[in-house]
C-alpha cells in the first residue's frame, strides 16, 4: 500500500525566506505527483503536476523536483510571502485515472 | 473552485439519519471523487467514479454508497450516519490520467 509522507507538519518562516517542504513516498512506481495548496476552510488547488518522467516543475516562485528512485519530492518556495501562508499537500498517483494517495500536508506560516 | 460545485456546504444531522450530499461539476470531466478530510488522516478516498454508472471503492468506503446518473453529478449518501462520519469531504474531478485534480469547497458534515 502507498503511504505518503510529509515533513515537517508545520514550518514558521520570516517572509522573504528561501523554504523547502518535502515529501516522501513508500512505492516508487508511480505515474505522477502533484503538490497541492489547501487556505483554512477551502478546498485544494493544483499548484504542479510533475509526470514520472519528469524530474522537475516550475511555476513562478514554485520549483517542485522529483526523484522517483528515492521516493521523495520537494516543493521549494522563493522568496516567500505572507500570502504563501497555507497547508501544502502532496499526492501521488500511481496508474493513469487510478486513486492519488495524499500526505497530511505541511502548515506553512510566513511572517511579516 | 470555478466549475465544481458542493452542496449542502454546511449540515448537522442526528446519528441514525440518511445524508445525501451533492457534486456537480460543468466541466465535462470524465473522473469524479469523494474525499473525506480528518485531523490526523489527511485526505482519504472513499469512492470514485470513472464514467456514468462506472464507480469503485476506495479506502474507507464502509457506510457510504454513491451514485453517478449524469457526468455532471456525483452523489454521495450515508445510509444511516454515525458521529464517526463527522468530517469534512471533497469532491473533486479530473478529465484524464494527465491532468491535474480540481476540488470543490468541501462540505462540512457534522453527525450528532
Known amino acids: 500500500k502507498q503511504e505518503v509522507t510529509q515533513i515537517p507538519a508545520a514550518l514558521s518562516v520570516p517572509e522573504g525566506e528561501n523554504l523547502v517542504l518535502n515529501c516522501s513516498f513508500t512505492d516508487s512506481a508511480i505515474y505522477n505527483l502533484q503538490w497541492f495548496r489547501q487556505d483554512p476552510g477551502k478546498g485544494l488547488t493544483s499548484l504542479l503536476l510533475?509526470?514520472?518522467?519528469?524530474r522537475e516543475q516550475t511555476s513562478g516562485r514554485l520549483n517542485a523536483s522529483l526523484d522517483k528512485s528515492s521516493g521523495r519530492s520537494t516543493l521549494y518556495i522563493a522568496a516567500s510571502q505572507p500570502g504563501d501562508s497555507a497547508t501544502y499537500l502532496c499526492?501521488?498517483?500511481?496508474?493513469?485515472?487510478?486513486?492519488?494517495?495524499f500526505g497530511e500536508g505541511t502548515q506553512l506560516t510566513v511572517n511579516p | 473552485d470555478a466549475g465544481i460545485t458542493q452542496s449542502p456546504r454546511h449540515k448537522v444531522t442526528e446519528t441514525g439519519t440518511p445524508v445525501t450530499l451533492r457534486c456537480h461539476q460543468t466541466?465535462?470531466?470524465?473522473?469524479m471523487y469523494w474525499y473525506r478530510q480528518d485531523p490526523g488522516h489527511g485526505l482519504r478516498l472513499i469512492h470514485y467514479?470513472?464514467?456514468?454508472?462506472?464507480?469503485d471503492k476506495g479506502e474507507v468506503s464502509d457506510g457510504y454508497s454513491v451514485s453517478r446518473s449524469k457526468t455532471e453529478d456525483f452523489l454521495l449518501t450515508l445510509e444511516s450516519a454515525t458521529s464517526s462520519q463527522t468530517s469534512v469531504y471533497f469532491c473533486a474531478s479530473r478529465d484524464s490520467g494527465a491532468n491535474v485534480l480540481t476540488f470543490g469547497a468541501g462540505s462540512r458534515l457534522t453527525v450528532l
Open positions: 510533475i509526470q514520472s518522467s519528469q
Open positions: 499526492a501521488v498517483e500511481e496508474t493513469s485515472g487510478s486513486r492519488l494517495t
Open positions: 467514479s470513472y464514467g456514468v454508472k462506472d464507480t
Open positions: 466541466e465535462n470531466h470524465r473522473y
